[in-house]
């Protein structure tokens, strides 16, 4: 699955849109990986966001991972995870969620991303690649060469770029070495979730592969 369709609650409002219809938006254009964020909801309305999403997703046959909350995720039913650098550790996540479930973390830095894989990892993100005014991460761009290097030391764990990501620039990431694009504000572009997740699926099927050389594995 080479798009990662992120449903953020603040970046629908903004583009006033409502986050289930985004999700379905997104779940029409084609997308079978959602993430679904909210860093401002509370428990309640967030769990009842991840049921509804988890329930439009299984009738496509698509997958939903919550961004950071393993209770939201195990509650829900979800199909896993996505954590960061200060949320509970991929280890902890998968004790809780089980063997099969989809465990993806964050890293920003050589340093992490090494740590990240000797977690039991499901994929391993890595960003902001472009500037982003849709997540702040509290760090700069790291660019393709990271996402390279990522690539490289992951071997058979999938990278995952995020951060500025676009319908124009998705292809040099792929070709970077990423099996993966996660992407928040440019699938909203022209608030027209379904339409916006088709161009980019076209776009990331016409990209190339990345060279063997990235050690680059395809199992998200």
Partial sequence: MRLHAIVDVEASARAGLIPLEVARGFLAGGARLLQVRAKTLGSRVFLELADACVAAARACNASIIINDRVDIARLSGAAGVHVGQHDLSPSDARRLLG???????????????????????????IGPVFGTASKDTGYDAVGLTLVSAA??????????????????????????????????????????????????????????????????????
């Fill in 99 to 125: 063997d099969t479930a989809i465990v993806g973390v964050s890293t920003h830095t050589i340093q992490q991303i090494e740590a990240a894989l000797r977690e039991p990892v499901s994929y391993v993100a």
């Fill in 151 to 220: 690539a490289r030391l992951a071997r058979q764990v999938p990278v995952v770029a995020i951060g500025g990501i676009t319908l124009d620039n998705a292809a040099s990431v792929i070709a970077a070495g990423a099996a993966s694009v996660a992407v928040i504000g440019d699938l909203l572009s022209g608030t027209d979730p379904e339409g916006r997740t088709r161009a980019f699926l076209q776009r990331l099927a016409d990209a190339p592969s990345p060279p063997a050389s990235a050690g680059q594995g395809n199992r998200v």
